[in-house]
Nanobody
Framework: QVQLVESGGGLVQPGGSLRLSCAASGSIFSINAMGWYRQAPGKQRELVATITSGGTTNYADSVKGRFTISRDNAKNTVYLQMNSLKPEDTAVYYC?????????????????????WGQGTQVTVSS
């Protein structure tokens, strides 16, 4: 029903920047929120950022002030601008879409709220 394709990952040095893109296709009008999650080696998948259809955003404390989630409705694409990257940002980054509706954007921060996931894109931060 909804397909997501991530792109933009790669190898960068600490302090560098990357922009991830997530293109959505299918029943895009049913999407109420989209999010970026990441999974580092030996770690559980964790929230990076979310954005609702109304434009409300939420960020993990670890990325606040460094990462920015945004969307381009005309292109059906969500972006994650990552600045001041740190080695601990190294992970596979996943795009996700939720078709559920909540009045509070906080409700979209849990992984169980997302029915559709992309395949992931690797981000490696190393000198």
């Amino acid at each position: 029903q909804v397909q997501l394709v991530e792109s933009g990952g790669g190898l960068v040095q600490p302090g560098g920047s990357l922009r991830l893109s997530c293109a959505a296709s299918g029943s895009i009008f049913s999407i109420n929120a989209m999010g970026w999650y990441r999974q580092a080696p030996g770690k559980q998948r964790e929230l990076v950022a979310t954005i609702t259809s109304g434009g409300t955003t939420n960020y993990a404390d670890s990325v606040k002030g460094r990462f920015t989630i945004s969307r381009d409705n005309a292109k059906n694409t969500v972006y994650l601008q990552m600045n001041s990257l740190k080695p601990e940002d190294t992970a596979v980054y996943y795009c996700a879409a939720s078709i559920k509706y909540y009045s509070s954007s906080i409700s979209y921060t849990g992984t169980d709220e997302y029915a559709y996931w992309g395949q992931g894109t690797q981000v490696t931060v190393s000198s």
